[in-house]
């Protein structure tokens, strides 16, 4: 009964920044890759980041890469991700999920980020 709550969404204008929050429980947090995953307006999801479990470290897509940085803090079961130089582009629901581009499992409810003048 994994669960997963995203936080920190909201309104930003162009170039201005966000940071969103995961909190996790119900699994193995500490031993599952997690994820970030968007979807825009009348568009599919787009893979935004994985976080590894056992490396820690991060990959991203390109349209996000030097932007967004992702951090997972297993001792308090959460994930984040910081977005900087936000663009309109951006503007999607965001969610959090347990895996990676090979498979999402877990997913949490999402969060709406706006990015407009």
């Known amino acids: 009964q994994a669960q997963l709550v995203e936080s920190g969404g909201g309104w930003v204008q162009p170039g201005g920044s966000l940071r969103l929050s995961c909190a996790a429980s119900g699994f193995a947090f500490s031993q599952s890759a997690m994820s970030w995953v968007r979807q825009a307006p009348g568009k599919g999801l787009e893979w935004v980041s994985s976080t590894h479990s056992s490396t820690g470290t991060t990959a991203y897509p390109d349209s996000v890469k030097g932007r967004f940085t992702a951090s997972k803090h297993n001792a308090e079961n959460t994930l984040h991700l910081q977005m900087n130089m936000l663009k309109s582009d951006d503007t999607a629901v965001y969610y959090c999920?347990?895996?990676?581009?090979?498979?999402?499992?877990?997913w949490g409810h999402g969060v709406q980020v706006t990015v407009s003048s």
């Open positions: 999920a347990q895996g990676g581009p090979g498979g999402f499992y877990s």
